[in-house]
């Protein structure tokens, strides 16, 4: 099979096509926001919010079949983001709440799915997603999830990008820490929500946080990170459902689509850090955004328009 069949040939099947129209949503979507994950230092409450999804999508299953799929995770999810966001500003240590919010939600979800009659086939589908096998009627549902995911973070991007950088300096500009939190965490778990039915729960987090990553080894433009993380995300999407298709039709090797996209974005990860290495823009420290910013008396700003805001390379600590 030519490089060109595996690309562009193989989208012209239909349930190639539906995959590939759900991915590229969902791979822009996820990486905008996994932009401010990133930057906020939220990838252990995503991987929490991750598995609180797996309850919802079971009894979702159960009681409504693959129609119920969307709607059970969405309630799971929300409702975990507030549990989350509450426990948080209540003072709880956010490890152990996420924690305790993990062990049980994907407890209750085993037993729901324990429950049926074909456990060991719904248990792979729920954990490993079903890309390819998506149902034409849930694809509108699940752009519906991830374009009200993006909007709620669009409507508030400017305030979050500030409490990113400057949490106490939100406070007292007096934006709603409480309210921001939230809507981060609900964005979050509905590109979960979006992210479970297709690639499934245990593969979900390489969306959210790889094209963050990516974006922030790339460039140290704060508003250009948005744009590089959703472009890699597209590109890696489509390699990923390409190279599955090759390897599967061309080479006769059986790959699970899911798990060949999550490997995709992986390898771009690896590609573009060892390019970082080269380029001496990783550094051996690890530091905040928020305390880089502290260290140096503010954000930089080289002009006055906020695209030349700053934002250094995860890894990187400047004198």
Not at 27 to 55: C, K, Q, Y
Not at 235 to 256: E, I, K, Q, R
Request: proline content about 4%; charged content about 10%; aromatic content about 6%.
């Amino acid at each position: 099979m030519s490089a060109v069949e595996a690309l562009f040939s193989a989208f012209q099947l239909p349930f190639m096509a539906r995959a590939l129209g759900v991915m590229l949503v969902l791979a822009v979507v996820a990486g905008v926001i996994g932009v401010l994950v990133n930057l906020r230092g939220l990838e252990f409450i995503s991987d929490g919010l991750t598995h609180a999804v797996f309850p919802g999508l079971a009894i979702g299953l159960a009681v409504a079949g693959t129609a119920g799929l969307v709607p059970g995770a969405a309630v799971a999810a929300l409702a975990a983001a507030v549990v989350l966001t509450w426990l948080g500003r209540a003072g709880v240590a956010s490890d152990a709440a996420i924690a305790i919010v993990l062990t049980a939600t994907f407890s209750v979800g085993v037993l729901v799915v324990s429950k049926s009659s074909d456990y060991a086939g719904e248990l792979e589908a729920l954990l490993f997603g079903r890309v390819l096998t998506i149902p034409s009627d849930q694809v509108l549902p699940l752009v519906v999830v991830c374009a009200l995911a993006l909007a709620a973070v669009l409507l508030t991007l400017k305030q979050q990008v500030f409490r990113a950088f400057d949490a106490r300096g939100s406070r007292a500009a007096g934006d709603p820490a409480f309210v921001l939190d939230l809507t981060l965490n609900a964005a979050v778990a509905l590109v979960v929500v979006a992210a479970a039915s297709t690639v499934g729960t245990l593969l979900v987090l390489a969306l959210l946080i790889v094209p963050g990553a990516v974006a922030r080894l790339v460039t140290d433009r704060l508003w250009l990170l948005f744009p590089v993380a959703g472009l890699f995300a597209a590109v890696a999407a489509w390699l990923g459902l390409a190279t599955g298709y090759a390897a599967s039709v061309g080479a006769g090797v059986d790959l699970p689509a899911g798990a060949t996209v999550v490997g995709v974005f992986v390898v771009g990860y690896a590609v573009v850090l060892v390019g970082a290495w080269a380029a001496g823009r990783v550094g051996v420290a690890r530091v905040s955004p928020g305390e880089r910013m502290r260290r140096r008396g503010g954000v930089r700003h080289d002009t006055a328009h906020p695209s030349s805001v700053r934002a250094e390379p995860a890894g990187e600590r400047r004198a």
